[in-house]
C-alpha cells in the first residue's frame, strides 16, 4: 500500500532515520513492522482495496509515523489527538461516506435518520 518513498514525501531522510533507530534492530525491519502496524489499524475499520485511494493512503503514511513515534517514546497525549482524528476519517469511510477505492463510482451513502409513524391510535 505505501513505501519507503512515500513516507520520505511526508518527512525528511535524517527524520526517518531517527524515528526508524532502535537498537537490535535493522531500520528497513522497524520500516515493515509500522507499516504492518498502521495497515492491521486500518483494517480494523475497513476492508483495504487493492488499488487503495490517495486519502487511505495519506491515513497509512500518518499512521506508520505515528506508530514510529510510539517507538521512540514521543509524547503520547499529542501522538493520541492525531490518531483519534485519523480514526474520525477511517469511521467515515467505513460508514460509505467518503470512497477508499482508486475508481470508487458509487455514491456515497446517506442515512435517512426518521421514524415512520403508523397510525396506531385510528381504528
Known amino acids: 500500500m ?10 525528511s531522510q535524517k527524520e526517518l532515520n531517527e524515528l526508524c533507530h532502535l537498537e537490535d534492530f535493522s531500520e528497513e525491519r522497524v520500516l515493515e513492522d509500522a507499516i504492518k502496524d498502521a495497515k492491521t489499524h486500518i483494517s480494523t475499520f475497513v476492508i483495504i482495496p487493492e488499488k487503495p485511494n490517495q486519502a487511505l493512503k495519506n491515513i497509512c503514511i500518518k499512521l506508520t509515523l505515528l506508530k514510529l513515534k510510539e517507538k521512540q517514546d514521543y509524547p ?48
Open 2 to 11: 505505501i513505501t519507503k518513498d512515500d513516507l520520505l514525501n511526508e518527512v
Open 76 to 123: 503520547k497525549d499529542k501522538l493520541m489527538l492525531i490518531q483519534e482524528e485519523l480514526e474520525k476519517v477511517l469511521l467515515k469511510m467505513s460508514a460509505g461516506k467518503t470512497p477508499i477505492a482508486e475508481n470508487d463510482t458509487t455514491p456515497p451513502r446517506i442515512h435517512k435518520r426518521f421514524f415512520i409513524h403508523n397510525n396506531w391510535g385510528k381504528r
